[in-house]
Structures are given as C-alpha cells and as structure tokens.
C-alpha cells in the first residue's frame, strides 16, 4: 500500500535552492499520480505541482517558472527542485498521491506527513 515520506526541508537564505524528495514505501510510483502542496500557519493547504503517470507537469502560479517535479519511471522517488526561493515560500511540503490528476487536495488519496521549508532574510 502507498506510504508517503518526505525529507530534503531545511533553512536556506532567500534567493537560494532547495530539493525534497519524496518516496512510497508501497507500489511503484509509475502507477499512480504525484502532487506536492503546502500550507503556512494561517492559510490554506495550496497546490504547488504535479506530475502524471507518462510524466506531464502542472504547476501553481506563484511557484511557475521557479521550482520543477520530476522523477524516473517505475523508481519509488518523485523529487521537488526549488530554486529563487523566497519568503513566501516558507512553508510545510506536502507530497501526495491520487488516481486523477488534478489541482485539488481534496483528489488525493495518500499524504506525507510533510517537511519543513524556512526561507530566511
């Protein structure tokens, strides 16, 4: 069965980079579609990216053009390449897990438990 873990979260100064990974402990990746959300003391869990069984990209708006899914077919690691990090990124990551591709939490089926990202002045 699908067992989420994130890891890679951290402090890092802004204009810098970060990479999380995330990795299922269950079925092969290959099976399923791969999200990552996050959410910040006050707001709303929010869709940050995701990645379809034949590798098709989605991304949020305030993260396009910044950070990049990715992840090698039938390997049990999808990974979270962020780069120009800012304030407004600091956050919990999340990743998840579903049968339909979409933008919308509530669509996902499997969550980790999520890693802490801190961007600092």
């Known amino acids: 069965q699908v067992q989420l873990v994130e890891s890679g979260g951290g402090v890092v100064p802004a204009g810098g980079s970060l990479r999380l990974s995330c990795t299922d402990s269950g079925r092969p990746f290959s099976l399923i579609n791969m999200g990552w959300f996050r959410q910040a003391p006050g707001k709303e869990r929010e869709f940050v990216g995701a990645?379809?069984?034949?590798?098709?990209?989605y991304y949020g708006d305030a993260v396009k053009g910044r950070f990049t899914v990715s992840r090698v077919n039938d390997e049990p690691t999808v990974h979270l390449q962020m780069n120009d990090l800012n304030l407004e990124d600091t956050a919990v990551y999340y990743c998840?897990?579903?049968?339909?591709?979409?933008?919308?939490?509530?669509?996902?089926?499997?969550w980790g438990q999520g890693t802490q990202v801190t961007v600092s002045s």
């Open positions: 998840a897990a579903g049968q339909t591709v979409s933008k919308l939490d509530l669509n996902y089926s499997y």
């Open positions: 990645i379809t069984r034949t590798g098709g990209r």
